[in-house]
């Protein structure tokens, strides 16, 4: 049987299957990093002047701390406005040399003294964002996670204790500050706790709150309609009975008992009390008009205090409870608490929650809480207990209740924190310091605001390293959310309801993308078209619809808004923008109903409006199980970029958008021409694009941009210029397409393995390329200088080969474990020579010896080719040979420069010229474009702005044109000064390395890793397994034709697992490749089975997929049919290489003395408790006597079994495990004294 050649599929057309006409087309999405690009400019307002910055991000926290007073209030600081310098590195200049990549943040102050004086103070660097949402930070790129938290504002919900009746509860949640807790107790009355304080009366903190509700007829007017009753005769007082006294009711002037209270406010009057005040010769008395609920009436009764002033004093001992009550220090207590913007604000959010519950129009200003509030929310749980319609109580887990915390309000808590530590230092060194000495730089000290934003980038808890695996990881990351963190859940405490999915997450969180282990619900992922309103709510898309008929008009809800509205999903039937049926299913307080079509508000704007960005890759994910679609996404995140891509056969569509959105591409900044192509860089217009080959990644992947375009291309803005890793053509290519049989085969597919064809292997289908970076430093020790040398002692000349002069491995050396990288040698502890060695040392001078081997090694695992290394140095006084080749290269890059900067100023005045309609010359009449002098060019074009000044034009019109050409042409000019600048100064500065280190060697090794037998495979569909064997391909069952397949898989991983779209993707991949199409189903609406019928038909192959398929091995056919096709398969970075690890001697822990664990510290394998019982179980006595000894941490017996190897004997002679010893001196710690008799055997 001929074997064919690589195979390689030929696809031309694209085929549609998405059948819905009204949906929004996804490959027009763009800026899916949005989230995080948005929020970050918000929070830095980079771009703008100081005073056209709104009061948002880090201006409201300058505004907020400043001005500074001292103590005494004589000085003040005042705040004027901060700048934001140019970076002073490259980002690649940041990756290498680990630093961050930021602007300097300078912030101008003035002090108020007798002399007022005014200083620009330098507060640290605010690292930049690139690409779509990631920082440099010390050389690594990191991304800073969204946080989903429970929103400030007020919530109702209805609490069950076990056995006990429900009751309601309401917490009023500030942005910053106290919780306020309102509870109704088991005798019926309102209680409030403050934080973590003890319960008291709800009563006595409105009492607290204001004057106007001091007594007790106050709160009752407050919380009740009064009425009052004409008091005439007998038959008056009985109506009186049962009833509730809106006030105190008190005998009258002029009797007996005048003053003398009858029923205290609140209270029943009962039938004695009725006729009492029948005859104490009352005319009227107030009484409360229809009391159905007496929570408040209960409240008043139960509350202690009675006036405004005791009731501070109360609450001033709750929460001092060891302190003498003052009324002062109550009232300042209490305005701290509640009323003091910097300690207690419900934040913008929260002030417009608490008036959306209660329908009040406060302005968002207003940041503290307010007395009407208060009543508000005790009335609100009145109406909840009467079952009134219009209130409800709040699900927390639902997204109306939730909200976004994006990096503007994540760094901003942060940095405040260090400006408040920043206040309390400058308030201090304004009292200790002297008038004269006292400016704003020796007040200010900026350690405490770069430390700040150092640690909220570096080590926060929502910081984190982007997972750079592939396009699709890198994106996901940036879109990620997270409801842990600072002031959000535990994992270890969170519940499942708020884990679960909800109705409000449709079109705003991912139902299917979420990890598996003990994460599961807390992370999350954003919605394709969500995005975050002004409040930090997720908002979705929707289409408005006006009796039936779908509008143009595009609306973004809230999941509250939504509610409240008759939403039906975009596969709805709809002919000619009117839906269809009569009645139709449709979403409606927060369930599904049945509803007509003239009810209906809004319609989704695509099908796969509810899923996230991964779960938008999968084809025929309606197809998939739920559990299997969350595998599926999460597995293609861990897909290993390959060497050679190639995009999915069955699409989606969002490959593209993906691929464009990852970051990892070059896209035009600007339209224009290609003027240049290499394989380094790519010039649109004079615009450089640097393009960056064979990089290693976070994930030890490997990046290598192509070019996509050629010269003489025109490009638009945001076109592509390159390809990236797992990129064809632009699109994402995770994958390869394999022909794939479902069958069993010996077994060897049993559990989940795969069957590869060895064909995969040596066309190099899957392999892939993985970068590793290892680095070393030579640094001033006490006892002289490290080096790095090829002189290294007791090192053979064969592991020198490799080395050249200065100690560096050449590139190009192939290396494997042990070999030596880099030569380093650092000086030894000098100890006193005896006269021998002094003898010896003056005979043949220092022969080496008074240096140790630090040289560094390829760790084990580590197989490659030396790909690259890099010498970094700080610019110290160079040696002749040196300085001069230095000076050349700083010449080469100056005229590089001086050259790109005249082209792009040549191309200016060109332009310049035609709208003046004359030519331009310099003081000596020479024509300024005919100047071959490019560094003089480049010198008049930086003093260019002053020259155009001077130009004498005297038409309005001409000068008006050339002030636009300025403003839109000139840019580009002062963009290539600054690039020339910024690389010789770069040069000529050195390289900036850690304090103490004088050089780094960076050496960077990639290896080709080829798919081997062990490695994790995956679909998009959940279907994972690891490859069991790789058959030559004479042994593969081969197609009718001759054709071998590529992979099989087994059968019984489907119908269990009920991920029937990987079926549906093989037979429609099948009929692709032999029509020679790809085929895009887009989610929840792609091909139908009658579609993949009439492709398979078309194709001229058997309609239900399935073929007779022949062993390789013997020709003959198999007994059944055999579905056979096309399926896309990834290799992810679960790599048999990376896990495979043998140990035959290695560390030690200090401790127990027993061999340390894991691959990455060299460790052992563990033979633990169960292990010990099965040997037990045989009685193997000696193998357990050697495991638990000499193999572990008898210490005296490792030796000595050493030694007896080495001599060639079979002796085994254990001791006491070094364990046994730890054990013993515990007991000892106790106080028992443990002593070891040896038997006398």
């Known amino acids: 049987m001929p074997v064919p050649a690589t195979r390689t599929l030929v696809t031309e057309t694209v085929r549609n299957f998405g059948r819905i006409q009204h949906a929004v087309d996804v490959s027009t999405l763009s800026d899916l990093t949005r989230i995080q690009t948005e929020s970050y400019e918000r929070f830095l307002q980079a771009d703008k002047k100081p005073h056209e910055r709104k009061n948002q991000g880090l201006e409201e926290i300058l505004r907020e701390v400043f001005p500074i007073k001292s103590y005494d209030e004589q000085y003040t600081l005042e705040y004027l406005g901060y700048e934001l310098g140019k970076p002073r590195y490259t980002p690649t200049e940041c990756r290498q040399l680990r630093l961050t990549y930021g602007r300097p943040f300078r912030v101008k102050l003035r002090l108020n003294k007798k002399e007022p004086i005014e200083e620009e103070v330098y507060l640290g660097d605010l690292p930049i964002m690139i690409g779509g949402g990631e920082f440099i930070i010390n050389g690594a790129e990191r991304v800073v996670v969204s946080q989903l938290h429970r929103s400030p504002g007020v919530d109702f919900v209805l609490t069950a204790e076990p056995g006990e009746r429900k009751s309601h509860s309401c917490r009023i949640i500030p942005e910053r500050g106290s919780w306020i807790e309102l509870v109704v107790t088991k005798k019926d009355t309102l209680q409030v706790r403050i934080d973590q304080s003890g319960k008291f009366s709800a009563m006595t903190l409105l009492r607290a709150m204001d004057p106007k509700y001091s007594t007790d007829a106050d709160l009752v007017r407050t919380f009740y309609k009064t ?167 709040d699900d927390i887990d639902n997204l109306g209740n939730r909200r976004l915390r994006t990096i503007d309000e994540l760094a901003a808590d942060e940095i405040r924190k260090g400006f408040l530590k920043l206040k309390r230092t400058v308030q201090e060194r304004m009292s200790l310091k002297d008038v004269e000495e006292m400016t704003p730089r020796t007040l200010i000290n900026p350690k405490s605001v770069s430390a700040a934003i150092d640690y909220f980038f570096g080590r926060s808890e929502l910081s984190q390293v982007v997972d750079q695996t592939n396009p699709l990881s890198m994106l996901t990351h940036e879109r990620r959310l997270s409801a842990l963190g600072p002031g959000g859940l535990n994992r270890k405490r969170a519940g499942f309801e708020v884990r679960d999915v909800h109705i409000s997450h449709y079109g705003r969180i991912c139902p299917v993308e979420t990890p598996e282990g003990t994460n599961i619900g807390l992370i999350s992922s954003l919605s394709i078209f969500a995005k975050v309103d002004e409040y930090g709510f997720l908002i979705t898309p929707y289409r408005k619809v006006v009796k039936g008929k779908l509008t143009d008009e595009v609306e973004w809800l809230r999941a509250d808004e939504e509610a409240h509205a008759y939403v039906v999903p975009s596969d709805t039937p709809v002919e000619n923008g009117q839906i269809v049926p009569e009645r139709v299913l449709a979403r409606y307080h927060n369930d599904v109903v049945w509803a007509d079509r003239n009810q209906i508000q809004y319609i989704d704007l695509s099908p796969c409006q509810m899923v996230g960005v991964s779960a938008s890759l999968i084809p025929f994910l309606e197809h998939d199980d739920a559990n299997r679609a969350l595998m599926g996404s999460n597995m293609q995140r861990q897909a290993v970029p390959l060497l050679v891509t190639e995009p999915p056969l069955v699409a989606t569509g969002m490959e593209k958008v993906v691929a464009e959105n990852s970051g990892m591409l070059v896209r035009a900044e600007r339209s224009g021409k290609v003027t240049y192509v290499d394989a380094n860089v790519v010039e649109v217009d004079g615009k450089r694009y640097p393009l960056r080959k064979y990089i290693g990644l976070n994930e030890r992947t490997c990046l290598n941009q192509k070019p996509v375009v050629k010269v003489g291309d025109r490009v638009k803005k945001g076109q592509l210029l390159c390809d990236s890793a797992a990129t064809k053509d632009g699109e994402l290519s995770l994958g390869r397409n394999v022909l794939v049989a479902f069958m069993s085969w010996e077994g060897y597919n049993f559990e989940d393995a795969i069957i590869l064809s060895e064909r995969l292997v040596k066309d190099d289908v899957y392999t892939s390329i993985h970068i590793d970076e290892f680095d070393v430093e030579i640094r001033e020790t006490k006892l002289g200088r490290e080096e790095f040398t090829r002189d290294i002692p007791n090192v053979s000349e064969k592991a020198l080969r490799h080395l050249g002069e200065d100690g560096v491995v050449q590139v190009g050396t192939r290396v494997r474990p042990g070999d030596i990288l880099v030569g380093k040698v650092s000086p030894k502890a000098k100890s006193e020579l005896t006269p021998e060695e002094k003898l010896l040392h003056a005979i043949f001078g220092r022969a080496g010896e008074d240096v140790k081997n630090e040289s560094l090694e390829v760790p084990s695992g580590v197989e490659g080719i030396v790909i ?30 001086n050259a790109r900067v005249a082209t792009a100023f040549r191309e200016f005045l060109e332009q310049l010229e035609k709208v003046l309609g004359r030519h331009l010359t310099d003081e000596s009449g020479r024509e300024l474009r005919s100047i071959q002098d490019n560094k003089f060019l480049t010198e008049y074009a930086r003093n260019f702005q002053d020259h155009f000044d001077r130009l004498d034009i005297r038409s309005p019109q001409k000068l008006a044109d050339c002030k636009k050409l300025m403003k839109e042409a000139w840019p580009l000019v002062e963009e290539a000064i600054d690039e020339r600048d910024q690389q010789i100064n770069s040069m000529k500065r050195g390289d900036e390395l850690p304090s103490g280190v004088l050089q780094m060697v960076k050496v960077y090794v990639a290896s080709k890793r080829q798919i081997s037998v062990g490695d994790k495979m995956a679909g998009r569909h959940g279907n994972k397994g690891v490859i069991s064997k790789i058959l030559p391909v004479e042994d593969m069952p081969f197609l009718e034709d001759g054709t071998p397949v590529d992979i099989i898989l087994n059968p019984l991983g489907v119908p269990s697992r009920m991920n029937v779209g990987q079926i549906l993707e093989t037979h429609l991949g099948w009929a692709a490749s032999k029509l020679g199409f790809r085929a895009v189903c887009p989610v929840f609406d792609g091909a139908d089975e009658e579609e993949i019928h009439r492709c398979l038909k078309e194709a001229g192959l058997p309609e239900d997929g399935k073929t007779v398929l022949y062993d390789g091995r013997t020709g003959e056919p198999f007994e059944q049919k055999v579905t056979v096709g096309y399926i896309y398969m990834m290799k992810l970075h679960h790599l048999v290489d ?104």
């Open 868 to 897: 690259h290394t890099e010498k970094f140095s700080r610019r110290m006084s160079l040696p002749e040979a040196e300085r001069k080749k230095f000076e050349q290269e700083l010449k080469k890059v100056e005229q590089e420069g």
């Open 227 to 393: 009425k009052t009753v004409r008091l005439s005769g007998q038959r008056a007082a009985k109506g009186l009975v049962d009833q509730y006294a809106a006030e105190d009711i008190v005998y009258p002037a002029g009797t007996e008992r005048c003053g003398e209270i009858i029923v205290d406010c609140g209270h029943r009057i009962t039938e004695d009390l009725a006729e009492e005040i029948a005859v104490s010769g009352l005319k009227s008395v107030q009484i409360v008009d229809g009391a159905d609920d007496l929570l408040a009436l209960n409240s008043i009764v139960e509350d202690a205090t009675s006036t405004h002033e005791e009731a501070l004093l109360k609450i001033y001992q709750r929460l001092r409870p060891g302190n003498p009550p003052q009324l002062e220090k109550a009232v300042e207590l209490f305005k701290e608490k509640f009323f003091d913007v910097n300690r207690y604000r419900l934040g913008q959010v929260g002030r417009f929650r608490i008036n959306r519950k209660f329908g009040q129009d406060i302005p968002d200003t207003e940041m503290t809480l307010r007395p009407e509030d208060y009543v508000n929310a005790i009335r609100y749980i009145m109406r909840l207990r009467r079952n009134d319609p219009t209130a409800y109580v």
């Open 1138 to 1241: 990376d896990k495979v690890h043998a140990r035959a001697t290695g560390p030690y822990s200090l401790i127990t003395q027993q061999p340390l664990g894991g691959k990455a510290r060299f460790g052992g394998q563990r033979f633990g408790e169960m292990e010990v019982w099965a040997l037990e179980a045989y009685g193997a006595a000696y193998i357990l006597q050697e495991l638990l000894t000499v193999k572990s941490d008898d210490v005296e017996g490792r030796t000595k079994i050493y030694e007896s190897m080495v001599k060639g004997e079979n002796t085994l002679e254990a001791g006491t495990p070094a364990s046994f010893e730890v054990l013993m001196n515990e007991i000892r710690g106790l106080g028992l004294n443990l002593q070891l008799e040896k038997s006398p055997v």
